[in-house]
T-cell receptor, first 119, second 113 residues
Framework: AQSVTQPDIHITVSEGASLELRCNYS??????LFWYVQSPGQGLQLLLK??????LVQGIKGFEAEFKRSQSSFNLRKPSVHWSDAAEYFC?????????????????FGKGTKLSVIP | DSGVTQTPKHLITATGQRVTLRCSPR?????VYWYQQSLDQGLQFLIQ???????AKGNILERFSAQQFPDLHSELNLSSLELGDSALYFC????????????FGQGTRLTVV
């Protein structure tokens, strides 16, 4: 079964510093990978996605992520963090499997990493 | 705004009661997913519907059920509610049955007292 691990529960960075949030996945085939962000009291917003092709993907709000198949990782990065980036970040893997004789697809999320930004 | 609408935003109810959460997917999306988010369990996948048919089932309790109607909106029914069912319930939608990103609604915060 697929799984997603976000090893860091909480990260604190200073405004203007660089950021890297770690994500490792377990899935037998080539995964579809996503990063979502959740601000307090809000739903999840898609930051970026990887389906295939270039392993470095650009997203919204200045975020990027790199898919490394050999390390089963999809780490999220931002060169300079803004106070408004304080939120919780979720990595997710999309996987296909059989269900009741038909194909099915599921998004599995990590536990999330809470980002705090110091002014 | 993701285009996914969930109602109500907040719900407070007593143990043993039954509630219905509603979700309207983005225009054109055929798939609807339901997730439960709690502090201790994180984001747990409950169930998925695609064009009216159940397509995947996750950690959904037998007391919970869902359906997707011909107009593609979906309802999640939670019955015999327990204190532990208090959580944020999200609906998400996607264009197809899989292989694409999902767009999330703002969630329904359920508090069972």
């Amino acid at each position: 079964a697929q799984s997603v691990t976000q090893p860091d529960i909480h990260i604190t960075v200073s405004e203007g510093a660089s950021l890297e949030l770690r994500c490792n996945y377990s899935y037998g085939a080539t995964p579809y990978l996503f990063w979502y962000v959740q601000s307090p009291g809000q739903g999840l917003q898609l930051l970026l996605k990887y389906f295939s092709g270039d392993t470095l993907v650009q997203g919204i709000k200045g975020f990027e992520a790199e898919f490394k198949r050999s390390q089963s990782s999809f780490n999220l990065r931002k060169p300079s963090v803004h106070w408004s980036d304080a939120a919780e970040y979720f990595c997710a893997v999309g996987s296909f499997y059989a269900y009741s004789g038909a194909g099915s697809y599921q998004l599995t999320f990590g536990k999330g990493t809470k980002l705090s930004v110091i002014p | 705004d993701s285009g996914v609408t969930q109602t109500p935003k907040h719900l407070i109810t007593a143990t043993g009661q039954r509630v219905t959460l509603r979700c309207s997917p983005r225009s054109g999306d055929l798939s609807v997913y339901w997730y439960q988010q709690s502090l201790d369990q994180g984001l747990q996948f409950l169930i998925q519907y695609y064009n009216g048919e159940e397509r995947a089932k996750g950690n959904i309790l037998e007391r919970f059920s869902a359906q997707q109607f011909p107009d593609l909106h979906s309802e999640l029914n939670l019955s015999s509610l327990e204190l532990g069912d208090s959580a944020l319930y999200f609906c998400a939608s996607s264009v197809g049955g899989g292989g694409t990103e999902a767009f999330f609604g703002q969630g329904t915060r359920l508090t069972v007292v």
